[in-house]
């Protein structure tokens, strides 16, 4: 069988918390690569808070983080890694001027977290480690250098406010998206520019691995993932995904994140001969 690049989405995809991830798992993705088959990660998160599966899987290929922003290789100094930032002027901007619909907002740089207020509720969102260093207060008081990303976490009901000013105001050189949430948390809003997706992350790593489009898949779950997905020659939907999403991929499967939808797959597409549950 053709040897396949794999980029897979943490998120709702191969992760269903923050850092749940079964030996099992691990032991097959090495299985896996054992066969040839390159595995690459591309998420929304920095790497701070993906390099634990980076490491569990043993991988030596590029990561992708900040859904783009920022592509690295661990393993590999010689790489030519790509990071991609917004202009701080536009994150104090849209801050400032939606205030009145901000219940909190972080912007980072790298591992540096910039932080609005304290608010345990959504520590689950910051992925603080060892290596993270907060500062508090208004953005336009500690924010100093270009950042990777920005997330609101708007007001009940609010998030579409935001974007709404971020798409009048902007005109496409900043980009907004308001994450497909219930409950607390359903106006959060992911501030990016046009210049990076996961879709042209996929593309500059799959040329510098030497893989072609007809040998590339793609895995995940949410509408940050359509870029991929039109990158590759295979994308995998698991249940549950964004509708957008689902439009887009030539498979959809009838598992998610919970149950093993990912290794499911890959053991039954690759014929890897595992037994799951």
């Known amino acids: 069988m053709d040897k396949y690049l794999i980029a897979i989405d943490l998120d709702g995809t191969l992760l269903y918390d923050f850092d749940s991830l079964d030996e099992s798992v691990c032991l097959f993705m090495q299985k896996l690569q054992k066969l040839g088959h390159k595995i690459v990660i591309a998420t929304g998160r920095p790497l701070r808070s993906s390099r634990f599966v980076y490491d569990r899987f043993l991988l030596d290929t590029p990561i992708i983080n900040y859904n783009g922003g920022l592509i690295t290789n661990p393993k590999d100094p010689s790489f030519p890694p790509l990071n991609f930032t917004i202009k701080k002027e536009y994150i104090i901007d849209i801050f400032e001027n939606n205030v009145q619909y901000i219940r909190n907002a972080f912007s980072e740089i790298k591992d540096n977290i910039y932080l609005f207020r304290e608010e345990h509720a959504i520590d689950p969102l910051l992925h603080v480690t060892r290596e993270s260093e907060i500062f508090l ?59 990076f997706n996961k879709g042209k992350a996929l593309e500059y790593v799959s040329r510098f691995l030497g893989f072609p489009k007809s040998r590339i898949m793609a895995i995940g779950d949410g509408h940050n993932d359509i870029d991929m ?29 919970t149950e093993n939808a990912v290794i499911r797959f890959l053991n039954d597409y690759f014929d890897v001969g595992e037994t799951f549950q």
């Open 229 to 257: 997905f039109e990158k590759a020659a295979i994308g995998v939907a698991i249940k549950g995904s964004h509708p957008d999403l689902l439009k887009v991929a030539t498979k959809i499967l009838p598992f998610d994140s």
């Open 137 to 195: 207060g208004h953005l336009k008081d500690t924010l100093k250098e270009d950042p990777n990303g920005f997330i609101i976490i708007g007001k009940q009901g609010c998030g579409y406010a935001i974007e709404d000013y971020v798409n009048a105001k902007y005109q496409g050189k900043v980009l907004a998206r308001v994450w497909d949430l219930k409950g607390e948390f359903d106006s959060i809003v992911e501030i990016f520019t046009p210049e």
